[in-house]
Structure formats: structure tokens, C-alpha cells
């Protein structure tokens, strides 16, 4: 089993940039694919973009493509995703999500979820 814990949301502007950090409890962080999902209000939660056990892998959604970098240190027990030239629609509470199974892009793959972090950006 594994808790997580996401850091690093607030506000800013569009075109700004910000770094989330989603920390990871117990022994075996390394051996779970990670995901970043996002969720507005009155919206589904979205896949944003996972990474593999390894980091060997990655996979973004077409709407953060080319701006959003996930990542991962496994020796610190954290995934990261830095996001760049951010736009009001990138507004949401963004969740790290951990799975052990699965191609990592849809929300019922991943059985161990954090609590969110908000982030806002203003236009």
C-alpha cells in the first residue's frame, strides 16, 4: 500500500509556471507507474499524465502536451509535474494517483489516490 501527498499548487498567472510534488509513503514506490489526473468543478476527472515504474516511460493528454512535464525520483519517493505556459483552463485540483497494473490513463486503473492540490490560473 502506499499514502500520497500532493504539494505546490496556487495561484498564478497565464503563462506562468508551477511545479507540483506528490510524495510518496512506504518501501515500494518504485515499483508503481504514477499518474497526474485533474478535476474542475462540475467536470469528470481527467487524465493529465503518467509516468512508468522506472520513469523509462511517459504519456501526456493532448491538451497538456508540450507544456506539462511529469517525472520521478524514486530515491526521494516523489513524482513531479512542472507545468509551463499554463492557461486558465489548466485550472483545477490536480491529483497524483498510484498503480501497480494497467496502461496508467484511465481513473479506475489507479487504486491509491492523494488528497489534491488547487491550482488556479488567472488570465
Known amino acids: 500500500q502506499v499514502q500520497l501527498v500532493e504539494s505546490g499548487g496556487g495561484l498564478v498567472q497565464a503563462g506562468g509556471s508551477l511545479r507540483l510534488s506528490c510524495a510518496a509513503s512506504?518501501?515500494?514506490?518504485?515499483?508503481?507507474?504514477m499518474g497526474w489526473f485533474r478535476q474542475a468543478p462540475g467536470k469528470e476527472r481527467d487524465f493529465v499524465a503518467r509516468i512508468s515504474w522506472n520513469g523509462g516511460s511517459t504519456y501526456y493528454a493532448d491538451s497538456v502536451k508540450g507544456r506539462f512535464t511529469i517525472s520521478r525520483d524514486n530515491a526521494k519517493n516523489t513524482v513531479y509535474l512542472q507545468m509551463n505556459s499554463l492557461k486558465p483552463e489548466d485550472t483545477a485540483v490536480y491529483y497524483c494517483?498510484?498503480?501497480?497494473?494497467?496502461?496508467?490513463?484511465?481513473?479506475?486503473?489507479?487504486?491509491?489516490w492523494g488528497q489534491g492540490a488547487q491550482v488556479t490560473v488567472s488570465s
Open positions: 494517483a498510484a498503480t501497480a497494473l494497467g496502461v496508467g490513463i484511465f481513473v479506475n486503473e489507479y487504486p491509491y
Open positions: 512506504g518501501r515500494t514506490f518504485s515499483t508503481y507507474n
